[in-house]
């Protein structure tokens, strides 16, 4: 099973804040798993040397916030 690194990044810098390692069965089940952890950060899905997938934050909303 490969393993696939997921890198939480800041909005402004663009510096890794935070990582998590996990592994999945195949690249299209990894992005599924780290899509599910998307917010208000950037995130990159690694395998390795290959860039599978990149998440733009998604906007807070001022309303709930």
């Given at each position: 099973?490969?393993?696939?690194?997921l890198y939480f990044m800041d909005g402004r810098s663009g510096h890794i804040v935070h990582s998590?390692?996990?592994?999945?069965?195949d690249d299209l089940r990894a992005i599924a798993k780290a899509g599910e952890?998307?917010?208000?950060?950037?995130?990159?899905?690694?395998?390795?040397a290959r860039k599978l997938h990149h998440w733009e934050?998604?906007?807070?909303?001022?309303?709930?916030?």
């Open positions: 099973m490969p393993a696939y690194r998590q390692v996990f592994g999945a069965d952890l998307k917010g208000t950060m950037a995130l990159e899905l690694w395998c390795d934050p998604v906007p807070a909303d001022p309303i709930s916030a």
